[in-house]
């Protein structure tokens, strides 16, 4: 379990990026975080994930306090990442990648099978050099198999769906239903798509750094959909507009 108790970060001669955040992610529990552009939300995956540390405030990992913990640390406990821009490898091949992530040699098959799931023709794309050859839906895709063949206790999506195209979309909603499915870890998704929102259990709303809202997607979905993000935006006393 993933708690956050009261995170701040403050950007020198800035408001607060992130204000007094304090939630809870269960075991298990597939989370989608969305709202306004500028919210905050990027700004909190980082925190988790150990790129950013927060001003003040606590984050726990299973009880354990992980604040002070560096990315590496935090991976190796069980937490990875999957950035909003993906880092390309020159000399890596995907086969590379894949076997790197999931932390030994593994069957050509199985590399197969990872890659299929990002709806990748692995034949293709099993030896490719991971350059800037690639596209930017190709890089996120082979990234997103990284994930998957990490099976990591916690997994942060940046916008898993930006740069990839509408067809591979449904393609990427089924690896996140069966990542739900079959993975006995948690998920955390950043991101503005419906139907990513529609497969989340919970969704959390983050607005001009606040926590606007947090609660079962039945609950917060129909209002996201009835008035838009900006049913949630904040004015500049830091109530709902
Ligand atoms: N290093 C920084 N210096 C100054 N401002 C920053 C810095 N990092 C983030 N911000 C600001 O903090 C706010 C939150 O940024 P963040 O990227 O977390 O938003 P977001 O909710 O992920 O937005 P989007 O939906 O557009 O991706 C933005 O206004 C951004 O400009």
Known sequence: MLELKNISLRV??????????SLTVEDSKFVAI?????????????VIAGIQPPDSGTILLDGQDITGMSITERAKLGIGFAFQQPVRFKGITVRDLINLAAGGKLKDPEICAYLRDVG??????INREVNASLSGGEIKRIEIAMVI??????TIFDEP???IDLWSFQNLIDVFRKMRDEINGSIV??????????????????SGGKLVAHGQKDDILPELLEGGECNFCLNREGKRV
Request: aromatic share 2%; net charge negative; glycine share 10%.
């Open 34 to 46: 969305t709202g306004p552009n500028g919210g905050g939300k990027s700004t909190l995956a980082k």
């Open 149 to 154: 063949a990490r099976k990591t206790k916690l």
């Open 12 to 21: 020198e001669g800035c408001r607060e990026i992130l204000d007094d955040i």
């Open 189 to 206: 998704i950043i991101s503005h798509q419906e139907r990513i929102l529609d497969i989340a259990d919970d969704i959390i709303v983050l």
């Open 120 to 125: 990748l023709c692995a034949r293709e794309y």
């Open 161 to 163: 769906e930006a740069g």
